[in-house]
């Protein structure tokens, strides 16, 4: 935890000590999301060799079971997959809100840090003034090292940006560049560039390089340009938990007990054979006795052994059990159940209904839902901050934001709901339909319906009964007789 400002003095280390078991943490986690899960569970096989002679011999992690990049890409898609929708309380503002998200992306940004969110704890977006115009991005918070009240820790007295790079092709000669923004005060920010002393990992901060005019710089912006989103977060933390670590111990096993699986039904995958000695002959130049396929080897008795394959008894039943009752234990602790990552336990290909299938993502609807209400302050504060940027004023209680939760909507379902909420009457017009199912534009929508109704027409006109034509009555014929 830092409460000031000194872990940037001339001769501190870099990163500061406190920070570094959270910068691993980082690391890790990265590195599990892209795959790289032998690095990061090196020390489990090395608890395996205690039991298996020479580990790394006996299995390798050939079978990867990423659920870490599964979960986080999830819980993203769960939260902004179907955009939220935004509103505000005037039309004008309406207009200036649609343009914000328009402009700057910012939905599929807060998408990033959603995953940011869910790999690390926390995910930071930061806002940035470019000629008065409004961007925004998803910093990862690897060079983000907030400065805390000790009385409050919940209380950023700075945010503080620190990101080493070479200055030389081999690497040898680092600097390290910081900024510093303090949120009373987001008018400006201080810009630091320091020399690096020593070998990476083992820095310490050299003198600094900064030029005097160069250490203030103005940002131009309303408020604070730093918006924070944690996952879970408890009254002694400062930073958010990340959703790996709890289930970083069973994924480890898992791929540890698939890949033992795999290499012990590779090693028995070449048949065996087993039979009488007249199945085989002996080549005269080897010497070396093989097996004569394609002939017919008759027994002289029954006690002649028969030529039949070899067959195995696994007998593995145990280790799929154990398997079966780690993915039932990944299911529960990562609060995201078996429906998101496609187990629906329906072997007939039956797809549950919108409702069913919302019993099902319960949990993980939950836990999308927590994170969503984390989303919901700073992206109002940002939005406004945006127009603030482009000299229109939206206070933030006059923006309102309302979450989907990403799942289909079932449409028969929602039919017959509406049918029976409305007593069976049309709630939808037949030009709305056809824009919606055909995805027409207004005028071919009209044109297609002006199709219709003269088909319509035609129809009616060629089942009517034909009209009787009215008869002239016969007059009746004179008696010419006198």
Known sequence: MLINLDFLKTGAAWPPPSERKRLETYRANRQLFEDEHG??????????????????????FA?????QKLMSLKIADLIFGEPPKFTAAKEDQQKVIDSVLSDTGLLDTAWHAAIDVSRYGDGLLLLSNQNNYPTVEAVSPAYWFPVVDPASIKRTKYHVFGWQYPIDPDGREWEL???????KD????????YKLNGAAGAWSIGPEITQEPERMVETKLPACPVFRVSNVTTSDRVYGIDDYQSIDSIVSELII????????????ANPSMTGPKSALEVDPNTGVWNFRVGEYFPRRDSSEPPLEYVTWDASMDANFRQIELLINQLYTISEMGSAIFGDLSNKTGEVPSGSALRRLMMSPLAKARRIANKFDGPLKALVSAC??????????????IKWNDGLPDDEVENANIMSVRTGGR???????????????GDKDAAAELDEIRADEAAEDMGTSPAEEVPQDEEEPLEDNDE
């Open 39 to 60: 690095r990061v569970y090196a020390e489990q096989m090395k608890r395996i060799e205690r039991v298996i002679g020479n580990f790394s011999r006996v299995v390798s």
């Open 177 to 183: 560049k910081v900024q510093i923004h303090n949120p």
């Open 63 to 67: 079978t990867i079971l990423n659920y």
């Open 257 to 268: 007990r698939v890949s033992q699986v795999s290499r012990v039904l590779d090693k028995h």
């Open 186 to 193: 987001p008018l400006s920010c201080e810009q630091h560039t």
């Open 387 to 400: 127009a603030a940027i482009r000299g229109e004023i939206i206070p933030v209680q006059d923006i309102s």
């Open 426 to 440: 049309a709630t939808i017009s037949q030009h709305t339909a056809i824009q919606r199912l055909d995805g027409m």
